[in-house]
């Protein structure tokens, strides 16, 4: 998949789902996500054997062509490598990685650093990143939004951490070209209980159609 086909993909599905927990809570997580019709996954790194699952989760949805794997938590360039030769279609970190930020434009998969000011940001895009995640999106604000996209507008922008089913219309006014959602969402996995993480995905999916006016 083409580097602008995974970006568009992304923001088309209007919210990345952040999955954690053991391997076996994560792979399931990720598939009662897709089945809510949420369909942009960030298996994050702090799950054990994660490039396994992401390699999983691509063999049996690889046929479905709304359906993409992520990786997130990924911290350096040899994690970003383990990810991609999984499968992953886009790479998500907490902080800015220049090597790793190198190695996806070297193989031109989406690399989305977390920033927490406008220089983190400018950094962030110089060297590729076409989307930048704004994290903790709970500590900054959506009002850091305005500030940031007031002196450089064309920041796309994916606000983590904070992000809910209430407010997300909030972040969408601000102009964030998407979110990621993370235990406000996939919570009740912690419980074991699968079925409200799909009830909670096809909530988040109407939201986001509503915002979209595609509903």
């Known amino acids: ?41 960030e298996l994050t790194f702090t799950v054990p054997e994660a490039d396994k699952v992401i390699a999983q989760l691509n063999e049996e949805y690889g046929a479905d062509d709304e359906v993409i794997i992520g990786a997130g938590t990924v911290m350096d360039a040899i994690t970003a490598r383990i990810a991609m030769i999984a ?45 930048v995640k704004v994290f903790p999106g709970s500590v900054v604000g959506n009002g850091f939004v305005s500030a940031v996209k007031a002196p450089i507008p064309y920041a796309n922008i994916m606000p983590t951490g904070g992000v809910n089913l209430e407010n997300m219309k909030d972040w969408y006014a601000k102009g964030v070209v998407v979110v990621g959602a993370g235990s406000n ?15 909670n995905a096809k909530k988040y999916r109407a939201e986001i159609q509503q915002i979209k006016g595609t509903k």
Do not use: H, W
Request: charged share 20%; proline share 4%; glycine share 8%.
């Open 1 to 41: 998949m083409k580097r602008v086909d995974v970006l568009n993909q992304v923001v088309e599905s209007g919210v990345v789902a952040v999955v954690r927990g053991t391997r076996e809570q994560a792979y399931k997580t990720a598939k009662a996500c897709i089945a809510g019709d949420v369909k942009a996954i």
């Open 87 to 131: 499968g992953a279609k886009f790479i998500v970190s907490p902080t800015f990685d220049k090597e790793t930020a190198l190695l996806c434009n070297k193989y031109q998969v989406p690399y989305m650093p977390g920033c927490m000011s406008v220089t983190e940001i400018q950094t962030a895009m110089e060297y590729g990143s076409d989307i």
């Open 185 to 199: 969402l996939v919570g009740p996995a912690d419980q074991g209980d699968y079925a409200a993480v799909t009830a």
